[in-house]
């Protein structure tokens, strides 16, 4: 269990992450472990994961004893699967979630104890999750992140940091920024507009430990 711990808050965090990039439920849900971890007993994390989104999709309390329960009574397929080799990473955790044949991944791994995000779809990205964040898709094109910076400046929401990824040159690219405040919805569509983004998420993580979002207990 002193091995899991990490990891279960990893997975905590990954999720709370993941379930904000849909905009309805899941139908399927695939958690995947890669690396030294597939070598334990991953159904704790599973049930942590699926405590931790289901807490964020329905009203009821929602914990380890009874996420898969209520998995089950919403129709959402859960799927585990295993591998211990890793491409770059000892250890990675990956969520699919799938609803409506649409498709978001996301991947984790930690370091020196501590989350972090290393991949958003087919982005490979490095990032560690802060309580307000902005995700962007958007056309590579020169003078974007001028924009998006001009007109979080304008609206006094201060950048903390920031990850980009992309496809190829001048193709699509993802943003990932860090925020000091959180972003409202006006200026949202503001960026959205100025950007001409295909997608556009503000998100924001809870606090605290994992036992609040998946009910662990640790």
Same mark, same amino acid.
């Given at each position: 269990?002193?091995q899991?711990?990490?990891?279960l808050?990893?997975m905590?965090?990954?999720?709370?992450f993941g379930?904000?990039?849909?905009?309805?439920?899941?139908?399927?849900?695939?958690?995947?472990?890669?690396?030294?971890i597939? /070598? &334990?007993?991953?159904s !704790?994390?599973?049930?942590?994961?699926?405590?931790?989104? +289901? @807490?964020?999709?329905?009203?009821?309390d929602?914990?380890?004893?009874?996420?898969?329960?209520?998995?089950?009574?919403?129709?959402?397929?859960?799927?585990e699967?295993k591998?211990?080799?890793?491409?770059?990473f000892s250890?990675?955790i990956?969520?699919?979630?799938?609803a409506?044949?649409k498709?978001?991944?996301i991947?984790?791994?930690?370091?020196?104890?501590?989350?972090?995000i290393?991949?958003?779809?087919?982005?490979a990205?490095?990032?560690?999750?802060?309580?307000?964040?902005l995700l962007? /898709? &958007?056309?590579?094109? !020169?003078?974007?992140?001028?924009?998006?910076g001009t007109i +979080? @400046?304008?609206?006094?929401?201060?950048i903390?940091s920031?990850?980009?990824?992309?496809s190829?040159?001048?193709?699509e690219?993802?943003?990932i920024?860090s925020?000091?405040?959180?972003?409202?919805?006006?200026?949202?569509?503001?960026?959205k507009?100025?950007?001409?983004?295909t997608?556009?998420?503000?998100?924001h993580?809870?606090?605290g430990?994992?036992?609040?979002?998946?009910?662990c207990g640790l």
């Amino acid at each position: 269990m002193d091995q899991m711990r990490p990891f279960l808050n990893l997975m905590s965090v990954m999720c709370d992450f993941g379930i904000q990039l849909l905009d309805e439920n899941p139908s399927r849900l695939t958690f995947g472990y890669a690396g030294s971890i597939a /070598h &334990y007993d991953c159904s !704790p994390l599973t049930v942590c994961g699926l405590s931790a989104l +289901l @807490g964020r999709m329905v009203d009821q309390d929602v914990n380890m004893v009874n996420a898969s329960l209520v998995a089950d009574q919403m129709g959402i397929v859960v799927d585990e699967t295993k591998s211990t080799h890793a491409d770059a990473f000892s250890n990675v955790i990956t969520l699919i979630a799938e609803a409506n044949g649409k498709k978001r991944t996301i991947s984790g791994t930690l370091f020196e104890g501590a989350p972090r995000i290393v991949r958003l779809r087919d982005y490979a990205m490095d990032f560690a999750p802060e309580e307000h964040m902005l995700l962007l /898709h &958007y056309g590579d094109r !020169p003078g974007m992140i001028g924009k998006i910076g001009t007109i +979080l @400046g304008q609206h006094e929401i201060n950048i903390a940091s920031m990850n980009l990824g992309r496809s190829e040159k001048k193709g699509e690219a993802m943003v990932i920024l860090s925020l000091d405040s959180a972003v409202p919805p006006a200026v949202v569509e503001e960026l959205k507009s100025a950007t001409d983004a295909t997608f556009i998420k503000a998100l924001h993580m809870r606090t605290g430990s994992c036992s609040r979002s998946c009910g662990c207990g640790l």
